[in-house]
Nanobody, 116 residues
């Protein structure tokens, strides 16, 4: 079992920045793939960014150059630094952890609202 807990969401003006955190209940060395997803109202959940134990990262095109996924192995935490935020980034952001078995684990989500 893996528990992941997100934090760091909030209200920010367009052009602003936020950093989301995802704290895992186990060593993230044991989690081959971790990522951030988001779901806007009335839309399907989409992958935003992911990172492997090897440090390889993938981003959805709409956030490339603005968002950065990173991790702190000592703290078992994955981060999503979000810069140059746009209103269309407004969504509930979810942390996802996928173990070797392929079983996904999800956090409860954190709301990000970009509005003036």
């Amino acid at each position: 079992q893996v528990q992941v807990v997100e934090s760091g969401g909030g209200l920010v003006q367009p052009g602003g920045s936020l950093r989301l955190s995802c704290a895992a209940s186990v060593s993230i060395f044991s989690i081959p793939l971790m990522g951030w997803y988001r779901q806007a109202a009335g839309k399907q959940r989409e992958m935003v960014a992911s990172i492997t134990t090897g440090g390889d990262t993938v981003y959805v095109d709409s956030v490339k150059g603005r968002f950065t996924i990173s991790r702190d192995l000592a703290k078992n935490t994955v981060y999503l630094q979000m810069n140059s935020l746009k209103p269309e980034d407004t969504a509930v952001y979810y942390c996802n952890a996928v173990k070797l078995s392929g079983t996904p684990y999800w956090g409860q989500g954190t709301q990000v609202t970009v509005s003036s």
